[in-house]
């Protein structure tokens, strides 16, 4: 059983709070009454299952604020986060703006990466080479093959042909 100090959950959340502890002006009409103890402690328990550590796993569990470094995880966590905020501008040699929001380009890369192992039937390390200026189409890319599995090889593209071929 869950105890702080040594008052269980279940006694401590069925605790009604008073009136006299809050001016009538501060009391919201949901503090009058109880807190039910049955939801309170099985949402601390749900809380607290997250962050000690049960011996039942075989795998350590991280703490709830962990997450990996790994850039596969950067744009759809970016996604999640900014949503609709403006990620990349760009103005085109002719004068034309291209404006992508997080949800678009994390869409955009996925849809890469889909494509990448579904049609193209790329495997978890094949490489794919990137010719092209710096501009949003390169950061989808870079985004895309990493989340299919596969190596990115960026190339100059101002690079002549033989300077191109034996990188490749």
Sequence with gaps: MNVIGNIPFDRLFSIP???AFFPPFLLPPSLSTPIPARSMSSRLNQILSHITHSSSSSQPKHP???HPLNPTYFLPRAASIYGTAQAVQHRTAANVDITRNYIDLSSRAAGLAYFLREEMALK????VAIVSPNT????????GIAGAGCLSLCINYKLTEKG?????
């Design 17 to 19: 709070i008073r009136k």
């Design 164 to 168: 191109f071929f034996p990188m490749i």
């Design 136 to 143: 949003p189409m390169f950061l989808e890319a870079l985004f």
């Design 64 to 66: 709830p604020w962990y």
């Design 124 to 127: 978890i390390g094949d490489r």
